[in-house]
């Protein structure tokens, strides 16, 4: 069993800034793939920004130059730095780490989602 929790939403005003935060516990050995998704009422889920281990941020066009992810392998944790935030940003704000655990299966594992609201 993986668990995944996000922190960090709230309310900002436009052009503003808010960090958020997941972490992922559990029977977890190695996490390859950690993500940030988004979500408005009416519309699927969209990619935000993923970052393999060792590997390259692949960011949404919508939000290359704003939004920055970083991860933290030892503690199983990343975070989203977004600055100079727009209206079309808010969203329901998910995350997903998908690795091996400790019985050699394969998980996916979603957050419970934090809201993010950017308005005046």
């Known amino acids: 069993q993986v668990q995944v929790v996000e922190s960090g939403g709230g309310l900002v005003q436009p052009g503003g800034s808010l960090r958020l935060s997941c972490a992922a516990s559990?029977?977890?050995?190695?996490?390859?793939?950690m993500g940030w998704y988004r979500q408005t009422p009416g519309k699927q889920r969209e990619l935000v920004a993923a970052l393999p281990s060792g590997g390259i941020t692949n960011y949404a066009d919508s939000v290359k130059g704003r939004f920055t992810m970083s991860r933290d392998n030892a503690k199983n944790t990343m975070y989203l730095q977004m600055n100079n935030l727009k209206s079309e940003d808010t969203a329901v704000y998910y995350c997903?780490?998908?690795?091996?655990?400790?019985?050699?299966?394969?998980?996916?594992?979603w957050g419970q989602g934090t809201q993010v609201t950017v308005s005046s």
């Open positions: 559990g029977k977890i050995v190695s996490i390859h793939t």
């Open positions: 997903n780490a998908a690795g091996t655990t400790l019985y050699g299966t394969d998980f996916s594992s």
